[in-house]
């Protein structure tokens, strides 16, 4: 899409049009990847320094698993989780646009409220949480929804849909007509990959990208080390990055605008080559 896109992070409007870059910081024990799993204080510190020095222009602070059959974390935890890495981002990186990966509301009222996160990133898009759709629009802060067919307990256990792509339109336009009638301003749209579909239905998304266009809102990619990735190469999460790359790549092509991933150097890298190549198709 050629128009601009901002949102307005924290009173700073942050230009779309040029890709950005989403660290993942997950404070949590179980994170699918094991490079990621972290929750000391030194472990959040070396990974937020790595993050922010490589380039990424978001941190994005996960404390609850929503890897496939994921256990279930209280509020209490994820909130305890949350405040020890959001307290270490505050005092040692207080420049640093911070997202929160969270499907319930009064976490993300906390977050928001007591340490200003600039995003929330939802898993559910309020499907969870049915406080979340009024927080957010209470909050005021660029809200991220994501397509999921059940829980991160069930979500991949048969998926099944009549018509896949048309499904999903369908969730995304209503979750953003809902959104828009509580005057929520900053919505950006994430496809869900890996969340209640089959390796054939992720990459029939990818391959249909760029129709998200039609939304006219930001889109979020997330395939970072992913099984759609690792399943079809016959490799792990750790043996993942260069099919990450890979990815990453085709999705940048076809309209990605942030790219959430655990390895920012090289999804740095990758949005500096493509964007040289758009420049060059210009002339």
Avoid: W
């Avoid at 405040?83 to 993300?108: C, N, Q, W, Y």
């Avoid at 990818?206 to 690792?230: C, D, Q, T, W």
């Amino acid at each position: 899409m050629n128009t601009p896109l901002y949102i307005n992070a924290n009173g700073r409007l942050m230009d779309l049009s040029e890709p950005q870059v989403m660290g993942i910081l997950n404070v949590t024990p179980d994170s699918f990847y094991a490079g990621s799993r972290g929750v000391t204080e030194r472990y959040i510190l070396d990974r937020l320094e790595q993050i922010m020095d490589e380039g990424a222009s978001i941190v994005d602070i996960g404390a609850y698993s929503s890897r496939p059959g994921a256990q279930e974390v209280s509020v209490e935890e994820e909130m305890e989780r949350l405040r020890t890495g959001l307290e270490l981002i505050r005092k040692h990186r207080p420049d640093a646009i911070v997202s929160v990966d969270t499907f319930r509301a009064d976490v993300a009222k906390m977050c928001v409220e007591e340490y200003g996160v600039a995003i929330i990133n939802d898993i559910s898009a309020g499907q969870m949480d049915e406080q979340m759709f009024a927080t957010i629009a209470r909050l005021g802060v660029p809200y991220i929804i994501m397509h999921m067919k059940g829980t991160p307990q069930t979500m991949q256990t048969n998926p099944q849909y009549e018509h896949f792509l048309k499904e999903v339109f369908y969730y995304f336009s209503e979750k953003v007509q809902k959104l828009r009638d509580l005057g929520v301003k900053d919505i950006i749209i994430d496809p869900g990959f890996g969340f209640g579909k089959t390796l054939e239905h992720n990459y029939e998304l990818m391959n249909h990208l760029e129709e998200f266009a039609l939304f006219e809102l930001p889109l979020l990619v997330g395939v970072s080390r992913k099984s759609m990735i690792y399943k079809l190469l016959g490799a792990t999460p750790e043996e993942a990055l260069n099919g990450t790359t890979a990815l990453n790549t085709i999705a940048l092509t076809k309209g990605a605008h942030i790219l959430r991933v655990h390895d920012v150097r090289e999804a740095v890298e990758t949005v500096k080559i493509v964007q040289k190549m758009k420049a060059c198709q210009a002339f």
